[in-house]
């Protein structure tokens, strides 16, 4: 199953006090992007993040999984938490690099 439009919407708009949210569709899934950086593929309308030591902590108690076939297994990100979802995605952004074809 893919991912729905309305799924997608509501993930762009809990991370819109972060700054400039945007999605690309990959094959009925999807990339989110937090002022050009990749933070979460979303795969069957569940959001996925990289494992990463930097919310490690914070994600302590987070089921886990891969996003599709052939991927690294990652954090589940549950929106449930708004203040929890915003702490880790903004620890992620701090980390990850910006694409390198250099969009930002």
């Known amino acids: 199953m893919a991912c729905t439009s309305e799924f997608i919407e509501f993930v762009c708009n809990e ?3 972060l700054g400039g949210v945007r999605s690309r569709k990959m094959m009925g899934d999807y990339i989110i992007y937090l ?3 990749c933070v979460i593929t979303a795969c069957d309308n569940i959001a996925f993040v990289k494992k990463l030591p930097c919310i490690a902590d914070l994600m302590a108690d987070a089921e886990t999984g891969c996003a599709y076939k052939g991927a690294k ?3 589940i990100l549950d929106f449930r938490d708004r203040h929890k979802t915003i ?6 952004w701090e980390e990850l690099p910006f694409p390198k074809s250099g969009k930002k």
Do not use: D, T
């Open 73 to 75: 297994e990652g954090y």
């Open 87 to 92: 702490k880790v995605i903004s620890a992620l």
């Open 15 to 17: 991370l819109s006090p």
């Open 35 to 37: 002022n050009g950086k």
